[in-house]
Nanobody, 118 residues
Framework: QVQLVESGGGLVQPGGSLILSCAAS????????MGWYRQGPGKQRELVAT???????NYADSVKGRFTISRDNAKNTVYLQMNSLKPEDTAVYYC????????????WGKGTLVTVSS
């Protein structure tokens, strides 16, 4: 059974940095696009960044220049390097991926909480 597991969340001061990781496991044949989304308090889930299997990237305007998405295909892992964090970046961060497996489709992790506060 395929699953995605995020790690790396926590409490950080404004201006600080964090790196999130999301590892996919299970009987995976191939992973296509991978991405990070977030849901802040009282807000809808929104796109943060995506990366294709060929490493083409796309970012929300609110994080451009501060966040960097990357992936390690050998480890089936996607990363999100977050710099210059702001209180408005506080959210639960979710990873997702389109995975070709016994049951092909879009998979989601359970999320990791990032709190930006002094």
């Amino acid at each position: 059974q395929v699953q995605l597991v995020e790690s790396g969340g926590g409490l950080v001061q404004p201006g600080g940095s964090l790196i999130l990781s999301c590892a996919a496991s299970g009987s995976i044949r191939r992973i296509n696009d991978m991405g990070w989304y977030r849901q802040g308090p009282g807000k809808q889930r929104e796109l943060v960044a995506t990366i294709s299997s060929g490493s083409s990237t796309n970012y929300a305007d609110s994080v451009k220049g501060r966040f960097t998405i990357s992936r390690d295909n050998a480890k089936n892992t996607v990363y999100l390097q977050m710099n210059s964090l702001k209180p408005e970046d506080t959210a639960v961060y979710y990873c997702n991926a389109y995975i070709v497996a016994g049951l092909t489709g879009v998979y989601w992790g359970k999320g990791t909480l990032v709190t930006v506060s002094s």
